[in-house]
């Protein structure tokens, strides 16, 4: 079953055309990678995804369902959830208020969301009443994480779960894709460290300025000479 | 010109009384600033005649049913009548600007949905001369619901409730304020505890993450500006009765003022409309009373001025820390 | 699509090479404005203007020069001040118009009967403006600390200020009002060139044309030197500007009160022209009738300012209480015939927005009349042979001004509303749309066309920003995330 | 250390509000020298760079940039003086042409006035004639990535890795001898990345700049650094060489994780 597949998606900012023809899917409990340089088109595709920004021409589908002219919180609803890049905490709410957050259209199951949430990353059990803002790096992340998983999802999305981060911060951070992916959750990673990525990945696209033009296994991409170069480097 | 050489306590305490009165209008506008301005960083020029039109829907009612000499109900029924048509239009009114004049703006430069929301000040002002003309329309709450309307004695609404120091504070007064402070404690709470007070923090701070959460941000920011609104409506009718008089051009000075007193209080804070509110009405009294009509103004705007140069974020506001 | 060469190679990603590719061609008038704009060099779109606007005297009668020609290029050099502050340095002034009337009225005071000063343009033209500088420069001070919005209400309350100074305060100089009040100063000396008195329009045109024209040079110099590029930078981005070596609080004055500076001089021929100053030429509408111009041209554009100020102008004149019906007629019948255009594809959507039209107004007929009477009995106003159908077609209330003001607003809503939605909605919110035209049509249009026009003035910015937020030449601002 | 070092900061401290970002920081920087700052995420690094710059005012200590205090003084000033800096977040004027981005940092060395911009006079020419090349031999020093047909682009066209080019660039035409870049690596891919290294190096031998760096890339910081210094929680918890910080048990612990370096 496909959980979410893109079909000759284009899309335009303003004037200007950013996708070109994208088609890509994710099946249940896959974990597939999105590679490219950053403005290859890779946020631009999480947007459309998500419904921030709708289309010209192809269709979104969640699920069987074309959700193209649907709004966000509707496509959320049926099971996406999100780790945005650069985390984007409510960083004035506290710890707990953003975890409620996180489930907001799930508002019966949560109490229950929120001990899975806890038992993950136990610190923020005992920092529920801080203002997210005040956390450290490391914390944040936990808490970004948290809040995607609270609305218990079929499938996640990362952006750019690297970008910006101490290596410390990476390595802990694709072990809990890795965990998450585990208990069945599909999960979709936007990335350009091609190396961490395709490692865990089963499938990988690679965009290039708003075109996919790579699109195979994790194995068969780290083995791409073009790739390789680019991407692997050295 | 002459000058109150012994302290007047009576005239003070009638300043402050009126001050506080007045204040609480302004702090009931602020909000609605406020609120607009925290969730979508826009300057809502037209918010003071969303408020000017809650006035004159007060009025439609009172004239609807009766007017104020010859009320077809109650007193108590006719006044909560007028509150709730003036509220409810005010926000129907304040969804409708949201959706067609801002919504399409959003991410266009600032200076866009600035000019629009201009477009509709100056569209909502001269609309409502076109149709009322440029004439005060009286609400004569003085007389409402005299008991002898031929001699036009005073009613029940400027009926002294308490006494201090020879001052009578009148029933309206009172009204007015309880009204306020109801509401304020109201919208704490709905931001504070309830789901969508809690999405519309997150809503301001940061929009496009919040709707990655599943939340529905433009039903978020039509819900702020239905609230906001709602109590420009409210504070329009409670000008009505206490000043017994609406016209076209009240919104304008009283949106100034308003929003005055959203940023001496801090943007976004909902205590800090109310003591801002409360300090540009008090301003506005004091200066008027002890120093004559033409300096209130003036005195406003000194206090803006002010308060912005020492404290930029307002006086109950948090300092913004600014990611570099 | 991705043959041979066309193959991007990966981990290079070529957007700069392929953007011209992947723009748009933007259709439409402001497409063909745009492009012509971006073919045609600056020098020769200012010989362009300056070759048609000097001929207009040749050919326009008094009037007209006056309300087209003077008006107009009044109207430029506001936008072009107005636009150093906005459109180059991006601060929010609303106390513009404040500086244009103090110019006037510092015009007026220095070269009229008021005081019986007559000084020759020569000396109080530049003594206007510089002293107009100093004062944006005052105004300008809040900047340093305050930001967008907050500038914006600090502005706002000077220009207010300044109404009821000239207006209430008055205070008394030399025996008289300083200002002259309500009133306003009257017998203004027309500006003269070395003592020779521009008395004529067409003189007078002469005049602002070239002050219009050696403004736009200046202007556009020095948009190409340091100080022009800084001022961008500051609107771009003021933080990164500073860290990038330039004083933004310094520039920020600057712009002020180089825009000062011009708002004075408009307020000098301003004045000489009109021969009296009162403060109503210096309120809010101006001043929204001046950031008007400024936008609908494309912020930051001198061209765009020209334009602006052209299209606003004469289609205020055009709608202005003194021209005769005809103009409003025309645009209603404009109004109706876009919004069937809307419609019209396909076909199938033409006819039920007619059909519809001509039920629904029967309908609305019987219902008004099963309400009461009175709500039909009004008589149609022109419509010969066909004026019996009209009157059992449309709602005319006897005695209906109050009802044909309350069309009005409610056609312009609804016309509003009508832009903003999509598909079949739209069509079917065509239908009131088109009928309320026409009751306000046969209801002989409303009392009061001042007013009516400047609630049409306000729906058009509305309109005008939400279709086209960048202006007719502006570029839209764009970030690839 | 010498008694008056290029570039110091002794003792700086910065807090907000209760909460220390910057605790008693003392560090310095050489002549011709490139220094790597490293640490975790909200370790303090990039407010290190704003107080540098003059975005904020330090609540104590010093700063000593050949020898005179610049804490304090007011960011364009402390441009003026010499010190450069590079965005994190990338803060091009995104509206404005490549070119004229490049240009508009010569603010800070050019003299000419308003009036001789309007009147064309000579100075101005003359100015506006040596901005421009300029902004040409800084643009050039990217090679074929900023080369001349992307001049009279809008910022906003640019990729990611050139905006990060550009700001670079940008922070040259300022005519600094510091220069102070925030993670230029960050959004750049491996080939991007390995050539940005070389092109740090050149920013010292060709372009004769003194460099304080940010980065999250140990590659990077392994292939420039004279000098590593790693932060923590606002405190120096290492400084040394790449292999004496990449080592370091604190280092490893807080930042670098038990894969270490890579």
Not at chain 3, 62 to 70: E, Q, T
């Given at each position: ?9 284009d899309?335009?900012y303003?004037?200007?055309?950013i996708l ?5 899917e994710?099946?249940?409990g ?9 403005a ?7 947007k459309?995804?998500?419904g ?49 957050m996180g ?11 929120l ?22 790096g ?14 218990e ?31 069945g959750?599909?999960v979709?990673?936007v ?44 | 010109?002459?000058?109150?050489l012994a ?11 009126n ?5 609480s ?34 009025y ?9 000499l010859?009320?077809?109900?109650a007193?108590a ?15 129907l ?25 201009l ?26 619901g ?13 009926d002294?409730l ?9 029933l ?5 304020l309880?009204?306020t402070?109801?509401l ?22 940061d929009r496009e993450?919040?709707?990655?959460m ?7 920011i ?6 906001g ?14 000043f ?9 000075l009283?949106?100034?003022k ?8 801090g ?36 206090i ?11 006086l109950l ?7 570099v | ?18 953007v ?8 439409g ?13 600056a020098?020769?779109r200012?010989?362009?203007?300056a070759?048609?606007?000097?001929s ?19 109207y ?26 103090f ?24 003594l206007?403006?510089v002293?107009?500088?100093l004062?944006g ?23 207010q ?10 205070p ?16 203004i000396d ?9 008395t004529?329009?067409r ?11 050696l ?6 110099f ?47 021929v ?18 929204i009738?001046?950031?008007?111009i400024?936008?609908l ?26 021209n005769p019906?005809n ?9 109706i ?5 809307l419609s ?27 309400i ?12 010969g ?24 607003i409610?056609l ?15 069509t ?11 009751v ?30 960048q202006?007719l ?9 | ?6 570039f ?5 401290s910065?807090?907000?509000g ?46 000593r940039?050949?020898?005179r ?15 450069a ?20 940092a010569a ?8 009036v001789?911009?309007v009147?064309?006079l000579?100075r ?21 990535r900023l ?14 890795a050139?905006r990060?080019r ?8 300022t005519?600094?001898s ?21 092109l ?6 060709d372009?004769?700049?003194?460099v304080?760096?940010i ?6 910081v ?13 405190v120096?918890?290492a400084?040394?060489?790449?292999d ?8 490893v612990?807080?930042?670098?994780g ?5």
């Open positions: 079953m496909t959980l979410l597949r893109l079909r000759d998606v899309t335009y303003g004037e200007i055309h070109q023809k994208i088609s890509l994710v099946g249940e896959e974990l597939v990678c999105l590679l490219g340089g950053n290859s088109g890779k946020s631009t595709t999480l459309t995804i998500l921030l920004v709708t289309p010209r021409a192809g269709a979104v589908e969640i699920d069987g369902e074309d959700v193209s002219r649907r709004k966000t919180s509707y496509r959320i609803a049926k099971g996406l959830a999100i780790v945005p890049e650069n985390r984007r905490l409510f960083a004035p709410m506290t710890v707990h208020e953003n975890l409620e489930a907001y259209l799930r508002k019966g199951a949560s109490s229950e969301a001990e899975r949430v806890f038992d993950l990353f136990p610190v923020l059990k005992d920092r529920r009443r801080q203002l997210a803002g005040t956390l450290s490391g914390e944040q992340q936990m808490v970004a994480m948290g809040r995607a998983l609270m609305s999802p079929k499938l996640l999305l990362m952006d750019e779960p690297s970008m910006g981060l101490a290596p410390i911060l990476v390595e802990r951070n694709f072990e809990i894709i890795q965990q998450v992916h585990q208990s959750v599909a979709l990673v990335e350009q460290n091609a190396n961490v990525s395709l490692s865990i990945a089963d499938r990988g696209y690679v965009l290039q300025t708003g075109r996919i033009v790579l699109a195979d296994s994790a194995k068969a991409l780290l083995a791409n000479e073009d790739l390789r170069k680019a991407y692997l480097g050295r | 010109m002459h000058l109150p302290f007047n306590a009576e005239l003070f305490i009638q300043l402050l009384v001050g506080i009165t007045l204040g209008l302004y702090a009931l506008i602020a909000l609605g600033y406020s609120m607009v301005y925290g969730i979508l960083k826009l300057l809502n020029f037209a918010h003071g005649d969303v408020y000017m039109i809650g006035a004159f829907t007060g439609g009612v009172l004239t609807l049913l009766g007017g104020p010859s009320p077809s109900i007193i029924p006719l006044i909560v009548l007028m509150f709730l048509a003036a509220m409810v239009a005010a926000g009114l304040g969804v409708v600007i949201e959706r067609f004049a801002y919504r399409p703006l959003r991410e266009s430069p600032r200076i866009a949905p600035l000019i629009s929301a477009g509709v000040s100056f569209f909502l002002q001269n609309s409502a001369l076109l149709l009322f003309g440029a004439q005060f329309r009286s609400y004569d709450s003085f007389v409402l005299s008991k002898n309307p031929e001699f036009f004695e005073p009613g029940p609404l400027t002294a308490f006494v201090v120091k020879n001052v009578n504070v009148q309206i007064q009172v009204i007015v309880s009204t402070v109801a304020m404690v109201a919208l704490t709470a709905l931001i504070a505890k309830t789901a969508i007070g809690k999405a519309m923090r997150a809503t301001s701070y993450a919040a709707a990655m599943g939340i529905d941000t433009d039903r978020v039509a819900t702020t500006f239905f609230i609104s709602v109590l420009a409506g409210a504070a329009g009718v409670m000008f009505g009765l206490l017994s008089q609406v016209f076209h051009f009240m919104g304008f009283a949106g100034l308003g929003f005055t007193a959203a940023v001496v209080g943007i976004g804070s909902i205590p800090g409309a109310m003591l801002g509110g409360l300090l540009v009405g008090l301003a506005e009294s004091m200066a008027g009373g002890y120093l004559g009509g033409r300096w209130s103004d003036l005195t406003v705007f000194g803006l001025i002010l308060v912005l140069l020492v404290r930029p974020s307002g506001g948090t300092r913004a820390i600014h990611k | 699509m991705a043959t041979g060469e066309d193959k991007p190679r990966v981990g290079v990603d070529d957007w700069v090479a392929s011209q590719d992947r723009r748009e061609q933007r259709s008038l402001a497409g063909l404005a745009r492009r012509v704009d971006d073919v045609v060099p020098w020769a200012l010989a362009l203007f070759v048609v606007a000097a207009l005297p040749l050919w326009m009668d008094r009037g007209d020069l006056f309300a087209y020609g003077i008006f107009t290029l009044v430029v050099l506001l936008g072009l001040g107005l636009n150093v502050v906005v459109g180059y340095a991006g601060l929010l002034d609303l106390g513009y118009v404040a500086l244009f009337g110019g006037a009225y510092s015009y007026a005071l220095l070269s009229s009967e008021h005081y019986g000063i007559h000084w020759p343009s020569a000396v109080s033209i530049p206007v403006v002293a107009t500088a004062l420069l005052l105004l300008g001070l809040p900047s340093r600390r305050l930001l967008g919005d907050y500038l914006a209400i600090v502005t706002l309350f000077f220009g200020a300044f109404v009821v100074f000239v207006n209430a305060a008055n008394t100089v030399r025996g008289k009002g300083l200002t002259g009040g309500p009133n306003g100063i009257a017998d027309p500006n003269d060139l070395f003592g020779y008195e521009l004529t329009r003189q007078q045109y002469w005049f602002i044309l070239a002050i219009v024209l403004v736009l040079v200046g202007l556009h020095l948009s190409e030197s340091r100080t022009g590029r800084a001022w961008r930078a500051l609107r771009e981005d003021p933080l990164a500007a500073e860290a990038m070596s330039m004083p933004v609080n310094r520039l920020k004055l600057k712009a002020f009160a180089l825009g000062a500076g011009i708002a004075g001089l408009t307020g000098c301003f004045a000489a022209v009109l021969t009296a100053v009162t403060s109503g030429n210096f309120a809010l509408p101006i001043l009738t001046i950031y008007a400024v936008v041209g494309g912020i930051g554009s001198l061209t765009g300012v020209v334009v602006g100020a052209i299209v606003i102008n004469v289609s205020f004149q055009f709608l202005a209480p003194e019906q103009n409003a007629r025309i645009l209603f019948y404009l109004v015939v876009l919004l069937l255009m019209m594809r396909p076909l199938w959507r033409l006819a039920v927005v007619l059909a519809g039209t001509v039920a629904f107004g029967l309908a609305a007929h019987v219902l008004a009349e099963a009461s009477p009175s709500w039909t009995a009004g008589a149609v106003v022109e419509g042979r066909f004026a019996g159908l009209i009157s059992d077609w449309v709602i005319i209330p006897s005695g209906h001004d109050r009802f044909a003001n309350g069309a009005y409610a312009i809503v609804a016309i509003l509303a009508v832009t903003r939605i999509r598909g079949v909605w739209r079917l919110s065509l239908v009131p749309t088109v009928y309320l035209a026409a306000v049509w046969e209801t002989s249009f409303v009392e009061q066309p001042a007013v009516a026009r400047w609630i049409l003035f306000g729906a058009l910015l509305v309109f005008l920003m939400t279709v086209r937020p202006g030449l502006g570029t839209p601002r764009v970030e690839i995330v | 250390m010498t008694e008056q070092a290029f110091e900061l002794r003792d700086v910065k807090s907000f209760g909460l220390s970002v910057v605790d008693r920081l003392t560090l310095h920087v050489d002549e011709g020298e490139i220094v790597s700052l490293i640490g975790p995420n909200g370790a303090g690094k990039t407010t290190v760079f704003n107080l540098v710059t003059g975005i904020y005012r330090p609540a104590s200590g010093e700063i940039f050949r020898g205090n610049v804490a304090g003084l007011p960011p364009h000033k402390i441009t003026q003086l010499g010190i800096r590079t965005f994190q977040t990338l803060r091009l004027f995104l509206n404005m042409s490549v070119k004229e981005n490049v240009m508009a603010y800070g060395h050019t003299r000419s006035t308003m001789e911009a009147f064309r000579p101005a020419r003359r100015e506006e004639r040596e901005i421009a090349e300029l902004a040409e031999e800084k643009l050039a020093f990217f090679g074929p080369a001349g047909y992307r001049h009279d682009q809008q910022a906003y066209n640019l990729s990611y050139n990060r550009l700001e670079i660039a940008r922070a040259m035409a005519n600094p510091l220069l102070l870049l925030d993670e230029p690596a960050a959004g750049m891919n491996p080939a991007e990345t390995h050539e940005l290294t070389e740090i190096g050149r920013l010292r031998t372009g004769g700049y003194t304080l760096v980065e999250h890339d140990m590659h990077v392994e292939g420039i650094s004279d000098r590593v210094i790693a932060l923590d929680h606002g120096k918890i400084e040394g060489s790449f004496e910080v990449a080592t370091d048990d604190r280092v612990e807080a930042y670098l038990r894969q270490g370096p890579g």
